[in-house]
């Protein structure tokens, strides 16, 4: 994928990838070639993602996914708002707290260097 020949080429910045699994076999190519760009954090959210979450941390590493459900969340008025399937899954796997912190906050915190959930952005 031409983001991972980037990253490749700017070892030390930090990407993040949004989308990447909707389809089948972009996400199973992904899974497998992950390894060779570390330094790009994956977006699981979504309606669909054919790749769990607890496979990616097996075969790669928690520091390299992250959750958003913006794309998991009713957007029509009036719809019900349930919890998204992906964060219940995350939520209910036999995945670390870290690995779990990792995807649902820590690595988005990271790569836009924000505080550390919990701490208070100092004042310009």
Same mark, same amino acid.
């Given at each position: 994928?031409?983001?991972?020949?980037?990253?490749? +080429?700017?070892? +030390?910045?930090?990407?993040?990838?949004? +989308?990447?699994? &909707?389809? &089948?076999?972009?996400?199973?190519?992904?899974?497998?070639?992950?390894?060779?760009?570390?330094?790009?954090? /994956? !977006? #699981?959210? *979504?309606? $669909?993602? &054919?790749? %769990?979450? !607890?496979? /990616? $941390?097996?075969?790669? !590493?928690?520091? %390299? #996914?992250?959750?958003? *459900? $913006?794309?998991? &969340?009713?957007?029509?008025? *009036?719809? @019900?708002?349930?919890?998204?399937?992906?964060? @219940?899954?995350? @939520?209910?796997?036999?995945?670390? +707290?870290?690995?779990?912190?990792?995807?649902?906050?820590?690595?988005?915190?990271?790569?836009?260097?924000?505080?550390?959930? *919990?701490? $208070?952005?100092?004042?310009?």
């Amino acid at each position: 994928c031409e983001l991972q020949r980037i990253a490749r +080429d700017f070892p +030390d910045t930090e990407f993040l990838a949004l +989308d990447a699994f &909707y389809a &089948y076999e972009r996400g199973n190519h992904i899974l497998g070639s992950a390894k060779q760009s570390p330094n790009i954090v /994956w !977006d #699981i959210g *979504g309606m $669909v993602s &054919y790749v %769990t979450p !607890d496979l /990616w $941390v097996s075969v790669n !590493d928690s520091r %390299t #996914i992250s959750f958003s *459900g $913006v794309a998991s &969340y009713p957007l029509a008025p *009036g719809a @019900e708002v349930k919890k998204p399937a992906l964060l @219940e899954k995350i @939520e209910k796997s036999k995945m670390s +707290d870290g690995d779990k912190q990792n995807i649902l906050s820590k690595n988005i915190r990271r790569i836009f260097r924000l505080p550390a959930e *919990g701490s $208070v952005m100092p004042r310009p």
